[in-house]
């Protein structure tokens, strides 16, 4: 009698100790939601503004006539501004230190006719529905139709420029928009071949 | 690679790696030692030549892109004999103190005046943004309005 005392007091410890453990409060009432859930898959609008609105992209787009740079979209160094033509001063163009190409040695990035989108497509403060409506609005883009649109932003090599930005002045590689070329490429094409709808701002 | 330019007037070829910085060219295999290397990074315009009449940092400069251009230093700024109003008026002002930074901001000043001919402080401001550590800024702000006006006479 004295020997099972202590074996029956730790067996019901341990059971305590199962059910205790075993529970995280809530009540399950079907299978676990993680693994019968689809992946999201984002709409083509989704993924293209996720890479009009990456820094990338947005550095060039500003509202005001000052570039951005860098990956904390500060002020563009040296007092660098936008010009009668968008493509900077008098004696000091983009072209002074941009180039068709990035340098890897000076860390100064380049792609052909390097310079600040118009003011009428200024994006800063923008949110992705007004930034997709500027986009598609021809008093804005150049007057481009919609097929000019998906030709600027699937061909021209600036646009391009932001899936291989490069390395920065001190050798990091820039960070890249979330999408990789093709897939933006592909996910313009979807967007604007379905309408290039912008969906109602919730 | 081999890459054809004018460079100062004159017809020449390199056989050179195309990413090679212009800078490195002009001063290492043609031998023209007035344009300046300072920070490698298109950051301080002590390397500043023209290409094409734009002034441009050419230690980020890859010479494959001066191919068929024009690209003039400031060894060929003067005409012959004649100095270019920038060099009679950094003379006239005495501008330098070290002097290493100079070639660049000269470059910087003929292109500004070129397109700019009557310059304002806040045009200076704007286009002449070179590094000098000796801080002979105001004595080159003068220098550039002086180059301004000897361009005007002489024009």
New interface residues.
Partial sequence: MRLKTPLIFSAVSFLLLVIVYSSDGSEKTGPDETYIQPPQVDSAFERVMSVVTHQRCMNCHPTDDFPRQSEDSHIH?????RGPENHG?????C???H???N??????PGAPHWGLAPRSMGWQGLDKFEIATAMLDRTKNGNRSLAEVEHHLTEDPLVLWVFEPGVN?EGMEREKPPLSKDEWVSAVKEWIASGAEIPVKE | MKISFEINGESTSVDVDGNTPLLWVVRDTLGLKGTKFGCGKAACGACTLHVDGVAVRSCSYAVRFAHGKSVTTIEGLSQGNELHPVQQAWTEEIVPQCGYCQPGFMMATAALIDRIPNPTDEDIDNNIVNVCRCATYYRMRKAIHRAAEINSQKS
Avoid: D, P
């Fill in positions: 160094r040296f007092g660098v501004q001063l008098a004696a000091l163009q072209g002074s230190c180039q068709e190409a340098n890897l040695s000076s860390g100064v002045n």
